[in-house]
């Protein structure tokens, strides 16, 4: 069963929105990991730690977005929600994320997107 971790793009250690939703993460001890221009070729397979999603083996060559995104990965329940309620407390709000769930029919999906953003 893959861990439970937040992968972030442009939400930096740096930023003061980056280091704010990790000090929230850190609290939760939910890892975080950082996610380049360059990975965004990378299925949400691959990246939330799915078995059978191997890495793209090429790194993305086009224009990167600009946007902030959260994909929280194979969080149960009460920790997604702890984390949200956490985020909402702190005023922080994310609006690009999509939630990897920890469920059977999920690590059977062989069809899990992209994170590319194909426009």
């Known amino acids: 069963m893959p861990d439970a971790k937040v992968v972030l793009y442009n939400l ?8 704010r939703v990790r000090a929230i993460l ?14 965004l070729n990378e299925t949400v397979g691959h990246l939330a730690g799915l078995d059978g999603y191997e890495a ?18 194979n969080l149960p329940e009460a920790l997604l929600d702890k984390f949200l309620d956490a985020m909402q407390t702190d005023g922080l709000r994310i609006d ?7 469920s059977p029919r999920t690590r059977r999906n062989p069809r899990v997107p992209s994170v ?4």
């Open 56 to 73: 793209a083996g090429e790194k993305y060559t086009g224009t990167a977005p600009d946007t902030e995104f959260m994909l929280l990965c």
């Open 12 to 19: 930096g250690e740096d930023t003061s929105r980056g280091a």
């Open 96 to 102: 690009h994320k999509a939630v990897v769930p920890l």
């Open 116 to 119: 590319r953003n194909t426009t």
């Open 26 to 39: 850190a609290e939760l001890n939910i890892p975080a990991e950082t996610v380049t221009a360059e990975q």
